[in-house]
């Protein structure tokens, strides 16, 4: 069982940074594969960036590619997001997940926990 919660959202404008954090309780974290997913009004949820349990690989999206960087501490129990050069189309809910599979991937529907979800706001 892992326990997620989100924390940096907020407003920023078009061209700024944020860093989004996910701490974790539970014993599995260390071993979980980590992902970033968003989720914008109207629109499904969509995979933005996963990082590997030994941070041995990472995925991101196309749309996020060069701009946004994900890492983890497993010490702390700990995934992050630094998100830079944010345009207002990264505006959403970001939410992070775990996956105990064997295999990283980017489908939502393969990741086994989710946190509540940070609101992250681009202005123009």
């Not at 914008?40 to 590997?52: D, H, M, N, Y």
Request: hydrophobic share 35%; net charge neutral.
């Amino acid at each position: 069982q892992v326990q997620l919660v989100e924390s940096g959202g907020g407003l920023v404008q078009a061209g700024g940074s944020l860093r989004l954090s996910c701490a974790a309780s539970g014993r599995t974290f260390s071993t979980s594969h980590m992902g970033w997913f968003r989720q914008a009004p109207g629109k499904e949820r969509e995979f933005v960036a996963a990082i590997s349990w030994s941070s041995g690989s990472t995925y991101y999206a196309d749309s996020v590619k060069g701009r946004f960087t994900i890492s983890r501490d497993n010490a702390k129990n700990t995934v992050y997001l630094q998100m830079n050069s944010l345009k207002p189309e990264d505006t959403a809910v970001y939410y992070c997940a775990a996956d105990v599979a064997i295999w990283l991937t980017t489908t939502p529907g393969s990741y086994d926990y989710w946190g509540q979800g940070t609101q992250v706001t681009v202005s123009s």
